[in-house]
Structures are given as structure tokens and as C-alpha cells.
T-cell receptor
Framework: DQQVKQNSPSLSVQEGRISILNCDYT??????FLWYKKYPAEGPTFLIS?????DKNEDGRFTVFLNKSAKHLSLHIVPSQPGDSAVYFC?????????FGGGTRLMVKP | GAGVSQSPSNKVTEKGKDVELRCDPI?????LYWYRQSLGQGLEFLIY????????KSGLPSDRFSAERTGGSVSTLTIQRTQQEDSAVYLC??????????????????FGEGSWLTVV
């Protein structure tokens, strides 16, 4: 029962362009969403979050959009930089823990 | 350092052997989580400790998996009679008393670098 899904396992973007990472969820009770970023051989680190009372949250080059009616959120990175190359996970709190999507590997080409 | 510390960073073991993975959470964090990431998969919740409360073991995949947390700090995840499908990165995380979904925010959860387990 995968309640948070990231349907694109990988994404390749040119440096300077926009990266859009997508996430869908099935549980309408989710009211908070988070994005984590993971480099190889490192643990995930928190990137940005959004509460369900908002439809947009921006932090520098990173913006998360939430469409509650579609149960969809997206992370926009603009402009993309080679250092952004990593695996990105969306997550939602459920009970005592976070439930994560399967991740999207972003590759930003110089 | 001041982050979540895990050991060993890499472990290769033979099928059928037992392994222990250790996690030192950030000082002052009362919540501790174990997750694992299998090859090509997302992060799978295993177990959650909060203070002196009974742990939430709902994510443990089988009775070969167990975990304990001594003195409210260090945690050990034990896998008995390892199988090849146990090969994964085992990630420990810790947070302040309020986990996300209970008024907390995601930036209070800190992950360690993980213990890479390979069962041959």
C-alpha cells in the first residue's frame, strides 16, 4: 500500500533550466508534505515542506506546489545546478513516522 | 560530530548469520527511527522509539528483525539469520520530541549516513 508515489524514477535537466519533480498521494488525510534530498553514501536531508493549508511554499531556488484536489505535489528547482544532482524523496507524516515515495534521481548536466 | 552516527558504515555478511547495526542519535533527541532503502526502492519505515513509550514496531518485515534502545539514547537493530533480501542501506534518524504530523516539521528529523548491509 504505497500511499506516496513518485512515478518518474529519473530526470535529466540541463544546467540553468527548470527541474520539476512530481509526487502523488492517495491518502486525503495527509496534511503536511516534505521533500528530502539524498546524495550517494549520505543520509537524506530535509529540503522544503508545505502544509495543506497552503498551495505554494518557496525557499530560494526551490518551490513546492500542492494541488489538494488532484492529490499532487511538485518540487520546482530553478535554475538547476549540477550540485542539485541527487535523489529527491517526497514524504508525508503518517502516525509516528514519515512515509516516503520511491524517489526521483535528478541529473543536472553542465 | 553532532549528527546521527551509525556503525558499521559497511557490512558484508554470509547468509544465515546475525548482524547488529548501531545508531547514536543526536544528543537531546527523544525520538529515534529506523528506515531501510533497498536497491531501487524508497525509504521503508521499520521501527520508531519515543522516550520511554513502547516502540512502534509496525514496519519490521519479519520476526528476524528486532531493535532496542538503551537508556533512551543508543539504538541497536538486530537482524537474525540474514537473507539476501535483507541487503539494503539501513538508515537511522532522530528528532525532537515532536515528530512531523504532530505539530513538528520535517527539518527536525536528521538522518545518519546509513549502514550498507550486503548479504552474500
Amino acid at each position: 500500500d504505497q500511499q506516496v508515489k513518485q512515478n518518474s524514477p529519473s530526470l535529466s535537466v540541463q544546467e540553468g533550466r527548470i527541474s520539476i519533480l512530481n509526487c502523488d498521494y492517495t491518502n486525503s488525510m495527509f496534511d503536511y508534505f516534505l521533500w528530502y534530498k539524498k546524495y550517494p553514501a549520505e543520509g537524506p536531508t530535509f529540503l522544503i515542506s508545505i502544509s495543506s493549508i497552503k498551495d505554494k511554499n518557496e525557499d530560494g531556488r526551490f518551490t513546492v506546489f500542492l494541488n489538494k484536489s488532484a492529490k499532487h505535489l511538485s518540487l520546482h528547482i530553478v535554475p538547476s545546478q549540477p550540485g542539485d544532482s541527487a535523489v529527491y524523496f517526497c514524504a508525508a507524516p503518517r502516525g509516528n513516522m514519515l512515509t516516503f515515495g520511491g524517489g526521483t534521481r535528478l541529473m543536472v548536466k553542465p | 560530530g553532532a549528527g546521527v552516527s551509525q556503525s558499521p558504515s559497511n557490512k558484508v555478511t554470509e547468509k544465515g548469520k546475525d548482524v547488529e547495526l548501531r545508531c547514536d542519535p543526536i544528543s537531546g533527541h527523544t525520538a529515534l527511527y529506523w528506515y531501510r532503502q533497498s536497491l531501487g526502492q524508497g525509504l521503508e519505515f521499520l521501527i520508531y522509539f519515543q522516550g520511554n513509550s513502547a516502540p512502534d514496531k509496525s514496519g519490521l518485515p519479519s520476526d528476524r528483525f528486532s531493535a532496542e534502545r538503551t537508556g533512551g539514547s543508543v539504538s541497536t537493530l538486530t537482524i537474525q539469520r540474514t537473507q539476501q533480501e535483507d541487503s539494503a542501506v539501513y538508515l537511522c534518524a532522530s528528532s525532537f520530541i515532536v515528530p512531523p504530523g504532530h505539530g513538528g516539521s520535517g527539518n527536525t528529523i536528521y538522518f545518519g549516513e546509513g549502514s550498507w548491509l550486503t548479504v552474500v
